[in-house]
């Protein structure tokens, strides 16, 4: 069993950065790749990004490459979203999620994931 929680969430002008983190309890957390997703109200959820367990790959979703950086610190039990140059757009309540699989579909599939944050609310005004 692994349970995640987010921070870091927060009211941001457009064009500033917010950092959010997602802590796991649990001993396996570095067998796990770790997702980052978000929900605006009205849409479906949405993949952004995802890391491997060793730290050593990343997918991002086109809308979000080049402006959002994911990282993990494996021996915190942490995965860190750093967002930056954000957009109105990326208004949305963002979640972190974990899976035992990996690869660039498995990655931005949801249904991959086995456990979810409860999520962080990101605005971000024009």
């Known amino acids: 069993q692994v349970q995640l929680v987010e921070s870091g969430g927060g009211l941001v002008q457009a064009g500033g950065s917010l950092r959010l983190s997602c802590v796991a309890s649990?001993?396996?957390?570095?067998?796990?790749?770790m997702g980052w997703f978000r929900q605006a109200p009205g849409k479906e959820r949405e993949f952004v990004g995802a890391i491997k367990w060793s730290a050593d790959r990343t997918y991002y979703a086109d809308s979000v490459s080049g402006r959002f950086t994911i990282s993990r610190d494996n021996a915190k039990n942490t995965v860190y979203l750093q967002m930056n140059r954000l957009k109105p757009e990326d208004t949305a309540v963002y979640y972190c999620a974990a899976s035992p699989y990996w690869g660039r579909a498995a990655s931005m599939d949801r249904g991959q994931y086995n456990y979810w944050g409860q999520g962080t609310q990101v605005t971000v005004s024009s």
């Open positions: 649990g001993r396996t957390f570095n067998s796990y790749a």
